[in-house]
Structures are given as C-alpha cells and as structure tokens.
C-alpha cells in the first residue's frame, strides 16, 4: 500500500528556512506527478507547488514563488520543499501527494513562522 510521511517543520523565525521531506513507500516517486499542499486552520487546502513526470516544476503559487522550491531524490524516494524567508503567513500544516494516488495521505507537518 501506499504511504507517505512528511517531516521536517516546526517553529522558525520569519526570515528563516526550513527543508520538508516526504517519504515515499509503497510506490516508486519517480515517473509520477508529485505536489506539496498546504492548509492552514479556516482555509481551503492550497496547492503549493508541482513537478511533473519528467522532473520539472510545472506549477509553483504565486504566493511561494522565488521562494520554495520543489525537488526528488531518487534513490532515496523522498521529495522535498525547500522553504526559504519565510513569512508569517506560510503558517500551515503541509502536504504531499501523489497524481493518481490522490487518496493517499499522510499525516502533514506543521510549519509554524513566528517571531
């Protein structure tokens, strides 16, 4: 079966980075369409970024763009979202998922940005 496990948030300063990965088993990452969503408490869930089957970002929110960047490792079957100044506002518990495994969840990490 299918299984995904996202870590590494937490508290961080405005200004400041964090790395997100997701853990992939149960399917082999590469080849498929791979995304990061975000939602924060009284909002609709938000796509943040997306990388198609060939390794390229095709979709990145305005919101997050120049700023977060979507990427795999392979060998590892781990995809990422680097998050750099981050803002107050990107505040959220995050995501990944899967194109045509889209019941498939995780537990999300929560990335809090405060000062």
């Not at 369409?33 to 869930?45: F, L, T």
């Not at 796509?47 to 990145?60: D, E, F, K, P, Q």
Request: charged letters at 15%.
């Amino acid at each position: 079966q299918v299984q995904l496990v996202e870590s590494g948030g937490g508290l961080v300063q405005p200004g400041g980075s964090l790395r997100l990965s997701c853990a992939a088993s149960g399917i082999i990452l590469r080849g498929n369409v791979v995304a990061w969503y975000r939602q924060a408490p009284g909002k609709e869930r938000e796509l943040v970024a997306t990388m198609n089957r060939g390794g390229s970002t095709i979709y990145t929110a305005d919101s997050v763009k120049g700023r977060f960047t979507i990427s795999m490792d392979s060998y590892k079957n781990t995809m990422y979202l680097q998050m750099n100044s981050l803002k107050p506002e990107d505040t959220a518990h995050y995501y990944c998922n899967i194109g045509g495994y889209t019941a498939y969840w995780g537990q999300g990490t929560q990335v809090s940005v405060s000062s």
